[in-house]
C-alpha cells in the first residue's frame, strides 16, 4: 500500500499496537471502542490512504494453531465487508505461509470452543476478532480501503478461561484488577488461565516476526 505513514493500523490492545509503531506503522490501541477508533481518524485529517485491523485472533478454523496468520479477504459478522484485495495480496506475498478468507467479528471475545464451531460452520470464517468490524465501518465512511491482518493466538477446539474475556481495558491496557476478581469468583480457571498466558506469548512472539515481515519496504 504505498508509504506506512499513510496506514492507520487499529488494534485491540497497547501491546499489539507497539509491535506495529516498532515496524514504522502508525498505531492505536481501541479496547473495542469505536469512539476511540473516530478521535484516532479525525486526527489523521485527510492523509489517510488506509487502514489495518491487526493483531491476535482467535481460530474458527479447526486446523489453524497458535502463531499462524490470517489474512482477511472479507468480514462478516456485525456488517458485512470486502477487503481490499489488492491489499490482501501484497500481504500474502509478504507473508507466504498465511491463510486467505473471512474474518468474524461482533465486539465480542469469542473464547468458547463450541460457539467457535458454529461461527466456522455457520460462516466459513477463519478466525475471530474484536475490532475489524470497527474498521470495516469507519473505511467504508471516509472511502478508504482496509485489510485485517491476524495472527491466531487460540485454536478453536480451545475455550478460553472467563478471566480473558475481562483482561482488556477500554484503553487497550491489561486490566489486571479485573483479572483477579475473576480468579477470586473462579479459582479452578487459574491453570487454564496460566495455559492461555503461555500460548499467547508464543503467538506474540510470532506477531513481532510477521509483522516485521509484513511491512519490510526494503
Known amino acids: 500500500m504505498g508509504d506506512v505513514k499513510h496506514i492507520l493500523a487499529v488494534t485491540g490492545t497497547r501491546r499489539e499496537a507497539g509491535v506495529l509503531r516498532q515496524a514504522g506503522v502508525t498505531a492505536i490501541a481501541i479496547g473495542g471502542s469505536s469512539g476511540a477508533l473516530d478521535g484516532a481518524l479525525a486526527a489523521q485529517g485527510g492523509a489517510l490512504a488506509a487502514i489495518l485491523s491487526f493483531g491476535m485472533g482467535g481460530a474458527l478454523d479447526p486446523d489453524l494453531r497458535i502463531g499462524d496468520w490470517v489474512i482477511g479477504q472479507r468480514v462478516c459478522g456485525t456488517l458485512e465487508a470486502e477487503c481490499d484485495a489488492a491489499w490482501a495480496a501484497a500481504l500474502a506475498r509478504q ?85 483477579f476478581k475473576s480468579i477470586l469468583n473462579n479459582p479452578a480457571q487459574l491453570s487454564k488461565l496460566v495455559k492461555s498466558f503461555v500460548r499467547f506469548n508464543r503467538a506474540f512472539a510470532s506477531l513481532k516476526s510477521g509483522a516485521n515481515l509484513a511491512f519490510d519496504h526494503r
Open 95 to 179: 507473508l507466504p505461509g498465511a491463510r486467505l478468507g473471512a474474518c468474524y467479528a461482533d465486539g465480542r471475545l469469542i473464547g468458547d470452543s463450541q460457539e467457535k464451531q458454529k461461527l466456522w460452520q455457520d460462516h466459513c470464517a477463519l478466525a475471530a476478532d474484536m475490532e475489524s468490524h470497527l474498521v470495516a465501518a469507519a473505511a467504508a465512511r471516509i472511502g478508504i480501503p482496509f485489510a485485517i491482518l491476524r495472527c491466531i493466538s487460540d485454536e478453536a477446539a480451545v475455550t478460553l478461561p472467563p478471566a480473558i474475556a475481562v483482561a482488556m481495558r477500554p484503553d487497550g491496557g491489561l486490566a489486571l484488577g479485573t483479572i
